[in-house]
């Protein structure tokens, strides 16, 4: 995922974010008065997220009451690929940090994190982790290094009311990019919308790209030996951007905002202004809470449409606790992450209480669909206990979750992948503006610049 704070307002309905009032001072981790444990953790919910905040400190108060001696402090630091690793390596980052999924595997490689296996072994259910969301925070040896919140696989969002104005069946969204091309035009043409948007900066026209490139079936990373090299010029990746800059200048579909990260896209989908734009079901919650989207039964969601590659994107925040948490903080941090993180995931009781204190505020979103964190039969579970509180429509979010069974998941470019996205970023941004792109050169060259930069992080 590509460098902003939005996760912490995407992430599912029961988006659990670190609060406490109050932001961190990154001085080295120490006792607090009175002889308590000061744990500093990242995820503090933005301003916006009123029932996530209300919501959250209710558990830090409950884990501070079930673990007398720790105070837990809220941080405000959100992950940027700039800065990161400088503050990480340096230990100036608090006692667990949140990553996007295209770091875990890096970190632990640098051996920048600590293995956690060993305390999430003591909970008795931790056997019972869905194995796809647990693979890239796990080392070659088995060793765990984090724990997921509300992971999400990628797919198409869409405006249904701007369907049903073109002329399109809002219960039946493209299934190929080609049909998303049709449709884009179609609703460009009938309503003088932007029939499609792609993001194209910030990192995330990368990302995007990423997306675009799994569904027709192509790699941005490869393997071999130990090394990780990119795989940027492969003929899907090719194949994804001539479809861009199709959309962009033949069919002139994509609108007359070019240059948009993806608080900017949600924003205009919010307002009524944008057809479909590829991202998780988990984005009706920013759209809604901190855009204002008022009519929400407009929001669709669809799986990933393909082209040959039966994939999409998955992605998800986690939670790690770094080298330079000392055994008693790191111990407690694995402690907050249990009790924060993975019981509210799998207890029944937990997720039907927070359901129902949020479904209590109108701005909330309860029963937005996310990819299990257990497995199936705790997941149904899960369903059950929250159905009483279920305040969106869930029927606009059929096609996407009957769908989702039929794509493989995968997850972002194991190494580096910010350094693969800052590349591509420009090449997107080229495709999206300039008639006579060039797209075998521009990925040709960003290969060559990151392959460069691969190879001296690998020396």
């Known amino acids: 995922m590509p460098r902003n704070s939005r996760c912490a307002a995407i992430l599912g309905c029961m988006a659990l974010t670190a609060t406490v009032a109050g932001c961190s001072s990154l001085t080295p981790s120490s006792a607090g008065g009175d002889g308590d444990l000061v744990l500093r953790v990242q995820g503090m919910p933005p301003a916006?997220?009123?029932?996530?905040?209300?919501?959250?400190?209710?558990?830090?108060?409950?884990?501070?009451?079930?673990?007398?001696?720790?105070?837990?402090?809220?941080?405000?630091?959100?992950?940027?690929?700039?800065?990161?690793?400088?503050?990480?390596?340096?230990?100036?980052?608090?006692?667990?940090?949140?990553?996007?999924?295209?770091?875990?595997?890096?970190?632990?490689?640098?051996k920048q994190v600590q293995p956690i296996t060993?305390?999430?072994?003591?909970?008795k259910h931790f056997k019972e982790f869905n194995p796809q969301v647990l693979q890239p925070l796990t080392d070659s040896a088995?060793?765990?290094?984090?724990?997921?919140?509300?992971?999400?696989?990628?797919?198409?969002?869409?405006?249904?009311?701007?369907?049903?104005k073109a002329g399109l069946d809002p219960d039946r969204p493209p299934a190929t990019w080609e049909e998303v091309r049709a449709a884009a035009k179609r609703i460009s043409d009938r309503t003088g919308k932007a029939g499609f948007v792609h993001e194209s900066k910030d990192n995330q026209g990368g990302w995007q790209l990423a997306m675009l490139s799994y569904a027709f079936g192509g790699e941005l990373e490869k393997e071999q030996g130990g090394k990780y090299t990119a795989t940027l010029t492969g003929e899907p990746t090719k194949k994804a951007l001539r479809l861009l800059k199709d959309m962009r200048w033949k069919d002139d579909s994509l609108g007359k905002t070019l240059l948009n990260n993806q608080n900017d896209v949600i924003k205009q989908f919010a307002a009524g202004q944008v057809g479909m734009f590829m991202g998780s079901p988990g984005t009706y919650r920013l759209a809604k809470m901190q855009f204002g989207m008022e009519n929400t039964d407009a929001f669709g969601a669809a799986p990933m449409p393909q082209s040959g590659g039966d994939a999409t994107l998955t992605g998800g925040d986690i939670y790690m606790v770094p080298k330079s948490a000392d055994k008693k903080h790191a111990a407690a941090a694995v402690e907050w992450l249990t009790f924060v993180y993975a019981k509210p995931q799998y207890s029944t009781?937990?997720?039907?209480?927070?359901?129902?204190?949020?479904?209590?505020?109108?701005?909330s979103a309860v029963g937005v669909p996310t990819l299990p964190v257990f497995d199936k039969k705790r997941q149904s579970e899960i369903d059950a206990a929250i159905k009483p509180y279920i305040n969106v429509k869930l029927q606009n979010f059929k096609p996407y979750v009957d769908g989702l069974s039929t794509l493989k998941l995968k997850p972002e470019p194991p190494y580096q992948a910010q350094k693969l996205y800052t590349a591509l970023d420009p090449v997107v941004q080229a495709v999206l503006t300039e008639r006579d792109a060039d797209i075998d050169a521009l990925l040709a060259s960003a290969e060559k610049d990151v392959n460069a930069k691969l190879a001296a992080d690998q020396k």
């Open 48 to 110: 916006t997220d009123k029932p996530g905040v209300a919501l959250f400190k209710k558990q830090v108060a409950d884990f501070e009451k079930a673990n007398p001696g720790i105070k837990v402090k809220g941080s405000t630091t959100v992950f940027d690929p700039l800065t990161f690793s400088a503050k990480l390596s340096g230990g100036n980052v608090e006692d667990v940090i949140k990553v996007p999924l295209t770091e875990p595997q890096r970190l632990i490689q640098q």
């Open 349 to 363: 009781d937990i997720a039907a209480e927070q359901a129902k204190a949020l479904s209590a505020d109108p701005k």
């Open 142 to 164: 088995g060793d765990v290094y984090g724990v997921p919140q509300n992971p999400y696989a990628q797919g198409l969002v869409y405006n249904r009311e701007l369907f049903a």
């Open 118 to 123: 060993g305390q999430l072994k003591e909970w």
